[in-house]
């Protein structure tokens, strides 16, 4: 009886040994599951966002468009026999870019030729008959009646055969091919891009303090990094009659895109200078504060230790700095370096400049 309850002894002792050993194994297993999390700070540089004086010259930031850009569509359905362009190409008005299958309605044309050509000999005939009074007033009427017909349907057949090239409206460039040989088209399917750059519009947003500085027929400067020392000269095209909730005004200028050793792409950021008298204050951040871009800019606004995304509207350009339309306010702070360590809501550790 001893030796045995020496053995049970043993044997709890044991048990107690394995389930502390698991429960310690256990503890540091599910430590190491854990996501260790440390709070980093971003270091920024910030700057006010505050109001600078301004002399007389309206500056702003625009991107240019092509004056036309059409997509071409098919006009008839069918499968494409023939393509004659390529990306890139310059093509002039009226050029056939692609052709439709036009079997059946040549066929029909014809037909309808020989229809019209036979109504045109029998009314002939029927006015000399006429004039003898060997065929009646009514008969004539209804010889004349049937020649029309035959012409409307001439002209429908002619129409639909036409309908089968697919013709350039006017010169530009070939921006898009959206189409391949033997493909099947049906009305409507887009064909090519084309896109006329001989001259350029620029559209950017005018804040409502200073759209009414302006004026259409207004002469402007363009400039662009692309080509330094060039400048461009515009007039403002279109001032829109309404403004935007945030108070801004789109204004449409165009420009000559004729300099041969300067020649301008679609596309391209340009800054805007209108002449004015007036000179004051306005709202400024550096331009070094923009994200995104300056067509949809956003900034990081500093809250106590964190930062906040947000979206702004921007005016005329300064060289370094850039006119704030709506968006953030006098006082604010905003990140002008290291954003791209931020997000929205991270935590900051604001370094002086």
């Known amino acids: 009886m001893k030796k045995r309850a020496i053995i049970i002894l043993i044997l709890v002792i044991i048990t107690v040994v394995i389930t502390y050993t698991l429960r310690s194994n256990k503890k540091i297993i599910d430590s190491r599951k854990e996501v260790q999390t440390i709070d980093h700070l971003v270091a920024v540089n910030v700057a006010n ?4 004086d301004i002399d007389g010259e309206l500056q702003f930031v625009g991107t240019t468009e092509a004056a036309k850009e059409v997509v071409v569509a098919a006009e008839a359905s069918g499968k494409i026999v023939k393509i004659n ?18 079997t059946y309605r040549q066929l029909a044309y014809e037909n309808a030729k020989l229809n019209y050509d036979k109504f045109k000999e029998d009314l002939e005939r029927f006015q000399n008959l006429r004039k003898g009074e060997a065929v009646t007033e009514t008969q004539l009427r209804d010889m004349r009646v049937g020649f029309e017909n035959a012409s409307i349907q001439l002209e429908q057949a002619q129409k639909q055969l036409e309908d089968t090239r697919v013709v350039a409206p006017f010169s530009g460039y070939i921006i898009s091919r959206n189409t391949e040989l033997g493909a099947w088209v049906n009305v409507g399917t887009p064909i090519a891009g084309i896109a006329d750059i001989s001259q350029l519009k620029v559209v950017f947003v005018v804040s409502e303090s200073n759209v009414y500085e302006l004026s259409k027929g207004q002469q402007v400067s363009v400039t662009t990094d692309i080509y330094s020392g060039v400048v461009y000269n515009g007039v403002i095209s279109n001032i829109s009659p309404k403004g935007t909730q945030a108070h801004t005004y789109p204004v449409e200028i165009t420009i000559p895109n004729n300099n041969k050793n300067a020649p301008l792409k679609a596309g391209t950021y340009v800054n805007v200078s209108v002449n004015n008298t007036k000179t004051g204050k306005v709202l400024m951040i550096p331009r070094d504060a923009i994200i995104s871009s300056i067509k949809e800019p956003s900034v990081y606004v500093v809250e106590d230790e964190n930062v906040k995304l947000v979206r702004i509207f921007l005016g005329r350009s300064y060289d370094a700095y850039l006119e704030v339309v709506s968006g953030i ?25």
Do not use: C, H
């Open 329 to 353: 306010s006098e006082g604010e702070k905003v990140v002008v370096n290291g954003q791209i360590n931020l997000t929205d809501g991270s935590r900051i550790s604001v370094v002086e400049n």
């Open 85 to 102: 362009f390529k990306l890139g190409d310059y093509v002039n008005a009226g050029t056939v870019l692609a052709e439709v299958d036009a």
């Open 49 to 52: 966002v505050e109001w600078r």
